[in-house]
């Protein structure tokens, strides 16, 4: 399954690649091109933009909430996704691009050093050239999916 979100649901859009989509996002205003985009790319089209024309062929959800933890839980549902953890942290949560497992002594001068002595397992954009690791925040993470998924 893969996205398009529309300008104002960036949040939604890091949200979506942290469960493992494929989640492009824009700053696209007009419809024609957004539609074709996602018609060319095979994209589920989500905005708030009730305007939004519809167009045979493309699959649009426009979501209704404002806070985050809701519309990642309104697209669940509309959908009927469930976070999968083999899923999770797959891309890029800046570029959208797969993650790739990094040698640790490859990635030295590019973490705290703290991290580096604490972690072992790395994994990084091979785009944007970012490095993640599990730190707390992916157990913050899981913890918010895991509250989501209950409602």
Not at 28 to 57: D, F, Y
Not at 62 to 84: G, H
Not at 114 to 133: A, G, H, I, M, S
């Amino acid at each position: 399954m893969k996205f398009l979100l529309t300008k104002e649901l960036g949040r939604l859009a890091k949200w979506l690649r942290l469960l493992g989509y494929d989640t492009e996002y824009t700053g696209e205003h007009k419809a024609s091109t957004l539609i074709i985009r996602a018609l060319q790319e095979g994209r589920i089209l989500i905005t708030r933009n009730h305007r939004l024309p519809e167009a045979r062929g493309v699959k649009a959800l426009v979501i209704e909430n404002e806070k985050i933890r809701e519309q990642v839980l309104e697209v669940m549902k509309l959908l009927k996704i469930k976070p999968a953890s083999a899923m999770m942290f797959r891309r890029c949560i800046i570029c959208n691009t797969g993650l790739a497992p990094a040698a640790k002594e490859r990635i030295k001068d590019r973490v705290p050093e703290y991290v580096f002595q604490t972690q072992e397992d790395f994994v990084t954009c091979p785009k944007c050239r970012r490095v993640y690791w599990q730190g707390t925040h992916w157990g913050n993470v899981r913890d918010t999916l895991n509250e989501i998924d209950k409602n």
